[in-house]
C-alpha cells in the first residue's frame, strides 16, 4: 500500500519556484531518502508533505485520501505525521518526558497517566528512559534528538519525516540518532529522510531520490543512485558527498 | 550546551512549588526587607524618644497613614490587574497575522506611551465625568465614577509598556518551536499557551515586574483628582504640622509604605518567575 503519494507538487516563494512538479509515492514500510544539493527544496517537500507549508499546486494523498484541500484541517493530517527537524525544536520550558506528552495529552486527549505510560514507553525505545524528568538544555545534541523522535513516535504516525536530524549534531552523537532511525525502519515505520549520511542511506533506504532545483532527477535504489548514476548532476552532487 | 553537565544530569523529577519558589536567595530577600522596615522604625521610634520630634504625633500619624496605604493597595489592585490584561492582550494582538489586531495594538501602544500619566488622568477624569454627569444629572454619581476612570486611564498607560513587553516576550521564541507543536498536530491557540506563551513569560517576567512597581509609584499621581491614596495623605498631614523634623516624619511613614507595597509585589512577582525557571537554561547559572 502507499503511504504517501506526492502528485505534481509545486510550491512559489514569491517569485522563487521552488518545487516544479515533484510526483514522488513511499511505499508502506518503505525509507525513502531524499538527497540533493542545498536549495534544491529538500526541506520545502518534507514541509510540504505534512502541510507545514500549503502547497500552491499539486496533491498529498495520505493513504489513498488527498489531505491538502479544503475541508481537511491540516491539524488532522499533521497529528499523522511524524516529523523530526534538524534544530530538534525541542520545547525548552518541558522535561523530556512533559515533551513526549504534550501532543499525546492536548491533541490525543489522553489522560496525564496514559500518556505519562506512553511516553515513558516511547522513550525507552530512544534509549532514553533515564532521563525522563531532564530537561532539553541539560541533554547533549544526541539526546535531545533523540527525545525529538521519541515525541514523534508517541503520536503513532503513518510516516515519519526527517529533515536532516544529524546535520546539527557533533560527530560523536550521530550513530546514536542513526542506530534509533535504523531500529525504526527494522520495525517497519515508514520514513521519508532528508539527509547525506550514505552509510545510512545505502544500508537502510529501500529508495534514493536525487532533488535538484525543485525537480526530482533520479529516483532508485540506493546502489543505482550512488554507484551507477544517470545523471551528470548526480554524478557531480554524489561525488562531491562521497569524497 | 554543557556535554559534561549533560552526563551528569540526574534524572529527578522538578521539585515541588514550594521548594522550586522559596529558594535560599528568595527567603533571604524577605529577610532583608522586612529588617530594613523594621529598622527604619526602630530608628525613628529612638529618635523620638530622644525628643527630636513629637512621638505622640508619629504614633497617631500610623492611622491615617495606614488608611492612605487601604487606598493605594485598592488602587494597585485595579491598575495593575486590568493594565496586565490590556497588555497581554494587545502585545499578543500585535504579533498575530490578523490586520486588526496588529492595527489595534500599535494604535494602542503608540497613544498612550506617548502620553504623560497625569494628561491621561486629567483628561479621563474630567470626560467622564462631564459625561456622567449630562446622562445622570448627579455630581455625586459623577465624581464616584470619574474617580475610577482616572486610575483606569493609569491602567491603560502601563498596558501599553506592558504590551511592549509581552510582544517582545512572545518575538524571542524561536519560530522552531511553533513549526514543532504545529507538526504533532496542535492548533494555533493551543500552541500558543502551552509552547509560546510560557516561553514568552519566562523571558518577560522581571520587565513586567519592573513595570508593576513603577506603576505602584504611579498610583500617586491619582491623589491629583481627589484620590485620598498615600501621596495624599502625606501633602494632608505635612500640611498641618508645626516644625521641619514632623514633615520628615510623615513622609518618611509614607515612603515605608510604599516601599513595603512595592517589595511585596515584586518579591511576589519573583516567585513566578522561580516558578517558571529552567534548569540548564540561562546563562547567569553557568
Known sequence: MTTVSIRNLHKYFGDLHVLRGVNLDVEKADVQVIIGPSGSGKSTLLRCTNLLIQPDDGQILLEGVQVNRPGIRPEWVREQIGMVFQQFNLFTHLTA??????????????????????????????????????????????????????????????????????????????????DVMTRLAEEGMTMMVVTHEMGFAKGVADSVVFVDQGLIIEQGTPEEVFDRPGHERTKAFVGKILR | MNETEA????????????????????????????????????????????????????????????????????????????????????????????????????????????????????????????????????????????????????????????????????LSVPTGQLEAADSIGMGRLRSMFSVVLPQAFRVSLPALGNEFSSVIKDTSLLSLVGWLDLAQTGIVQARGVVGTMSVFVVWIEVAIMYFALTYVVTRIVRVVENNYKVPGLEAAEL
Open chain 2, 7 to 170: 552526563e551528569g544530569a540526574a534524572d529527578v523529577e522538578r521539585p515541588p512549588f514550594l521548594k522550586r519558589v522559596f529558594t535560599r536567595e528568595s527567603i533571604a530577600r524577605w529577610g532583608v526587607g522586612i529588617a530594613a522596615v523594621v529598622a527604619v522604625f526602630g530608628i525613628l521610634y529612638f529618635l523620638g524618644t530622644r525628643q527630636l520630634y513629637n512621638l505622640d504625633f508619629a504614633i497617631y500619624l500610623i492611622h491615617p497613614v495606614e488608611d492612605g496605604l487601604a487606598v493605594t493597595m485598592k488602587l494597585v489592585a485595579v491598575v495593575i490587574p486590568l493594565g496586565f490584561a490590556l497588555g497581554f492582550l494587545l502585545g499578543w494582538g500585535r504579533t498575530t497575522r490578523s490586520m486588526l489586531f496588529r492595527g489595534l495594538g500599535a494604535i494602542y501602544v503608540d497613544f498612550f506611551r506617548s502620553m504623560p500619566p497625569i494628561v491621561l488622568i486629567f483628561f479621563s477624569y474630567l470626560l467622564s465625568a462631564l459625561a456622567v454627569r449630562q446622562l445622570t444629572g448627579s455630581p455625586f454619581i459623577a465624581r464616584d465614577v470619574s474617580l475610577w476612570m482616572a486610575a483606569i486611564a493609569l491602567a491603560f498607560h502601563s498596558g501599553s509598556y506592558q504590551a511592549e513587553i509581552v510582544r517582545a516576550g512572545i
Open chain 1, 97 to 178: 518526558v512533559q515533551n513526549v506528552m504534550l501532543g499525546l495529552v492536548r491533541v490525543k486527549k489522553l489522560d496525564k497517566k496514559a500518556a505519562r505510560d506512553k511516553a515513558k514507553f516511547d522513550l525507552d525505545r530512544v534509549g532514553l528512559g533515564d532521563k525522563l524528568h531532564a530537561y532539553p538544555a541539560q541533554l547533549s545534541g544526541g539526546q535531545q534528538q533523540r527525545v525529538a523522535i521519541a515525541r514523534a513516535l508517541a503520536m503513532d504516525p503513518k510516516v515519519m519525516l526527517f529533515d536532516e536530524p544529524t546535520s546539527a549534531l557533533d560527530p560523536e552523537f550521530i550513530h546514536e540518532v542513526l
